[in-house]
């Protein structure tokens, strides 16, 4: 058994009209349907680093925290138990900040 095309145009949504008896059933309504489908598709990857961007800013605010507890437990203001819970096992690549120790 066969799988049968949509009879919807996949960009618009409007009804694809078969040309002829024979070839396969057309995806779109038209060339510009078809075009801007493409287009579309093309610039899916800018969603794609708008989440990089966001993984990035996670990231980042993951390691000020760790940062922060790293200090906080230097002043011996929260324990190790409390800053256990900030500062999870890192892999060795991992960098850390560095901060100048105060005069």
């Given at each position: 058994m066969t799988k049968l095309p949509p009879k919807k145009?996949?960009?618009?949504?409007?009804?694809?009209?078969?040309?002829?008896k024979r070839g396969p059933l057309p995806?779109?309504?038209?060339?510009?349907?078809?075009?801007?489908?493409?287009?579309k598709r093309?610039?899916?990857p800018g969603a794609l680093a708008r989440l990089?961007?966001?993984i990035d800013l996670m990231r980042l605010r993951s390691l000020?925290?760790?940062e922060v507890a790293r200090v906080l437990l230097q002043m011996k203001v929260i324990t190790p138990e409390q800053a256990a819970v900030v500062m999870p096992r890192r892999?060795?690549?991992a960098k850390i900040l560095r901060f100048p120790k105060a005069p």
């Open positions: 145009c996949l960009h618009c949504g409007r009804k694809t009209k078969r040309p002829g995806l779109y309504c038209s060339t510009t349907c078809r075009q801007n489908a493409y287009v093309k610039h899916l990089q961007q966001d000020i925290a760790r892999h060795q690549s």
